[in-house]
């Protein structure tokens, strides 16, 4: 990869939502993920926190 290429990150990956809790789980995952890659990057963990209230909801729901 160039220097003026970027890899897709959960930040700049197009945003469609997860339908079902398995896709949910892996975004709170991805999420967690980058948390931990960014743990000072307060967007990244209110994304990371959406997705894992988004992963209840869907649970709660089964």
């Known amino acids: 990869m160039s220097d003026t ?7 700049t990956a197009p945003e469609t939502a997860p339908s079902g809790p398995d896709e949910v789980q892996q975004a709170v995952l991805g999420g967690l993920m980058a ?3 960014a743990p000072d990057d307060r967007e990244t963990a209110r994304t990371a926190d959406a997705a894992l209230h988004q992963l209840d ?4 729901e089964h």
């Open 57 to 60: 909801q869907k649970l709660r």
């Open 5 to 11: 290429e970027t890899a897709e990150t959960p930040e």
């Open 35 to 37: 948390v931990i890659g």
